[in-house]
Each structure stands twice: as C-alpha cells, then as structure tokens.
C-alpha cells in the first residue's frame, strides 16, 4: 500500500481551483490510463469537478458516490460519521463518547440518519435518474474527493466501496492532514495525494478557488465526462455552470 505525495518547502502553494487538482492528481495516475476495468467514483458534489478532469486525461468512466455526513445531535457541523448509498454507516471513533457527553437519545440519531437517507436518494435521481450505482466486483475504483479534514465521510465509502469486493481501492485526494491521510492509507490498496500541509485547516482554505458545486454542474461534469468518453476526444475542462 502506498502513499504518494509532493509537499512543497516551507508554505504549501494554493491550489488554484479543482480542475488544477484534478490536472495533478491524472499525472500521478497514469499508470490506470485506459485500464477497462478502471471506474473513477467521485464524492459530490466537491469531487466531481477533480474526477471529471482524471475521467479526460485517463479515458475512465466517472460516477459518482453518494456519501453523507453525519452531524451530532444540535451540532450538524461536527462530524460524528457517515452514511454511504449502498447502506453502510460509519461512525468516528470517538462517536460514543461525543453522543454520550452529549445526552443523544437513539430516536436522535435515527432522525438524523433518516434525514440523510431521504438526501441520499434525492441525490441519486438527480445524478443518475435513479440507476443504481453501477457493479463494482472485480474492478479498479479510484475514490476521488477534493480534500478530506476528519475523512468521516471518506472513511464510510471506503468501507460501502470495499463491500463491494473490487479488485483494487485507489484513493485520491488533493490535500488532507497528516494523521487523517495515514490512517486512510491502511484501509486502501494506494492512496495519492498532493499535499499534506504541517498546519492543516479547512479543505477550502487551501484552495485560491473553492466556490460551491452545485446539483446542476455536478450533472453536467457526468454528461460531459460521458460523451468524452463516447466520442474518445479530449475536452477541455469546463467552467462551472
């Protein structure tokens, strides 16, 4: 299993926007470049723009993978876990004890985790129509975000996306800490990734450019990614829509 990374001395450099990280993450990649058995997942709607850029430069098919956060009771921004689409939930090590000291009842968390079951499904129908994801036995999936901070989300469809028996688990991701960044390493055949900052702070912040990604781009980076692959040509990156 192994990590790759380029950390630059001294200050990390800004990510321009995430079709640049998506430009440098297809370089470290080119080994998987028209492997037919290769399938880029990318995590929404963030990841869409970075796997859309590997689907050009590698000929792979993008999807997406619909994975979401789940937030403390009366605290939705901290992460305590998450939820995939295929129906695996991964809670935070330290899930108990933050629920605990938190006085969570159950009902508490099964609201939240309906919650998100319900966004889930809409979020399927607006990005595939309402297919299924497509198999993954036996394939080379190359999991794909623009950053991970705690990785709860990552984590959780690293273990829905094992699940599914592929043949080999690749996780790519532009930037994240250290400690993150080596734990998700042990739970992945090769991890790529470009910086791992010493003083890591929000994803966003290590980027010049990380406007919101909304429903309507996300829909149109797969359109895109699929006719290219159709047509076989190189496209150039798009502007957000």
Do not use: C, W
Not at 37 to 57: D, N
Not at 174 to 190: A, F, H, N, Y
């Amino acid at each position: 299993m192994g990590l790759r990374h380029d950390k630059p001395e001294g200050e990390p450099v800004l990510l321009v926007n995430r079709e640049e990280a998506g430009r440098l993450l297809a370089d470290r990649l080119i080994s998987y470049r028209r492997d037919p058995s290769a399938l880029i997942l990318a995590l929404p709607r963030g990841g869409v723009p970075v796997g859309y850029v590997i689907s050009l430069a590698l000929h792979i098919p993008l999807d997406v993978f619909i994975t979401r956060k789940l937030g403390a009771p009366g605290n939705p921004e901290f992460a305590i876990g998450a939820v995939a689409e295929t129906g695996t939930v991964f809670f935070n090590p330290q899930a108990q004890d933050i629920l605990a000291s938190l006085h969570a009842h159950p009902h508490d968390l099964n609201t939240i985790l309906e919650r998100e079951r319900r966004e889930i499904a809409r979020r399927q129908t607006a990005y595939r129509g309402g297919q299924a994801l497509p198999p993954l036995a036996q394939r080379t999936v190359l999991l794909v975000d623009d950053g991970v901070a705690t990785g709860a989300t990552f984590f959780a469809s690293v273990e829905a996306v094992k699940a599914q028996k592929p043949r080999r688990l690749v996780a790519a991701v532009p930037v994240g800490p250290v400690d993150t960044l080596r734990l998700l390493r042990s739970q992945v055949d090769e991890l790529v990734v470009l910086q791992t900052p010493e003083f890591f702070e929000a994803v966003g912040n290590h980027y010049e450019d990380f406007e919101q990604v909304s429903d309507e781009t996300v829909r149109h980076y797969l359109q895109k990614a699929a006719e290219a692959l159709r047509d076989n040509e190189p496209s150039a990156p798009l502007a957000h829509a």
